[in-house]
């Protein structure tokens, strides 16, 4: 599914221990607790190692979608998800999901899902499904002028010559394939000053015909690079020192059949960044022009003063 060359691939698979694309399926498909039931319908989740121990914040949001997924009539699609980052999950653990069903109504459905380790809290998310329904239609349109995906570099071959582990994570380990449409800040920013950003993305490989597990898997990638229209007008990049990020909270909307093994464009943008904290909000579409989700997250950003 990448436009690497051959030769590019080959490496890349060499350096990687399992396939990513898998270790994405792997990590969205929770199980049981053998019974385990509070107040809440319990499943567990796996992390995926990463090279500071943190877990992504990605990651989390898929799992606990999923979980509440679980919990709903399959004939209802989720079309919203509120989720506050409490606590940074360490990845070297299991995450244990609880569900509670809040509400059924004839054409709605209401669930909390908190992602606990350690037991305590490190997510807590609220999601609302909806039965399929007609109503007025209309969009927002896709920008005009954007390169496409094949003409842009992939981070592989961005950061794959790099001997750092966070380098070789981001440009081997991830199961989506990133491509900036300005200058990546992975190591500078050399790119617009503006506070907008802009990345084609797609899964590496294939994902199964269930269009649950590719809603789930665009909340996985709507955390990847929201926070970059922040950092691009203060002239910031990923590895700037001293630099402390974390998200604090997440809004996504589902407008829109979606698969995630076909490009889709995510154009970001910061209308607002202040008290060490800003708010990006993105927008997410396909190559044909549809709007198939909205995003809005919420960031502490801290750098030393000058």
Do not use: C, K
Request: charged share 20%; net charge negative.
């Amino acid at each position: 599914m990448t436009d690497q060359p051959h030769e590019a691939r080959a490496a890349a698979a060499a350096e990687t221990p399992t396939d990513p694309t898998q270790a994405l399926l792997d990590l969205l498909d929770l199980s049981g607790a053998e019974g385990a039931q509070t107040d809440e319908e319990i499943f567990v989740g796996s992390s995926a190692r990463q090279p500071g121990r943190r877990v992504f914040g990605g990651q989390v949001l898929a799992q606990s979608l999923i979980a509440a997924m679980r919990t709903v009539d399959s004939s209802r699609d989720v079309h919203s998800m509120h989720a506050y980052f409490l606590r940074a999950g360490d990845s070297d653990q299991p995450i244990t999901f609880g569900v509670q069903r809040l509400r059924d109504g004839r054409s709605f459905s209401a669930r909390r899902t908190h992602a606990y380790q350690n037991g305590v809290p490190i997510l807590s998310m609220i999601a609302s499904f909806q039965t399929p329904d007609d109503g007025v239609v209309h969009q927002d349109t896709m920008p005009e002028g954007m390169p496409d995906p094949e003409s842009l570099p992939t981070t592989a071959q961005l950061l794959g010559g790099l001997d750092h582990p966070v380098a070789r994570a981001w440009a081997f380990e991830r199961p989506f394939d990133i491509r900036h449409v300005d200058a990546p800040l992975y190591l500078t920013n050399e790119g617009s000053q503006e506070p907008r950003n802009a990345v084609w993305m797609r899964s590496l490989g294939a994902l199964p015909d269930d269009p649950d597990l590719h809603r789930a898997a665009l909340a996985y990638a709507s955390d990847y690079t929201l926070l970059e229209s922040i950092l691009r007008p203060h002239g910031l990049s990923w590895i700037q020192p001293g630099m402390s990020v974390a998200s604090l909270d997440h809004a996504m909307w589902w407008h829109r059949p979606v698969r995630v093994d076909e490009w889709l464009l995510y154009v970001q943008s910061s209308p607002s960044a202040s008290g060490a904290r800003g708010l990006a909000a993105g927008r997410i579409y396909t190559r044909a022009g549809d709007l198939v989700a909205s995003v809005a997250q919420e960031g502490m950003i801290r750098v030393p003063p000058a």
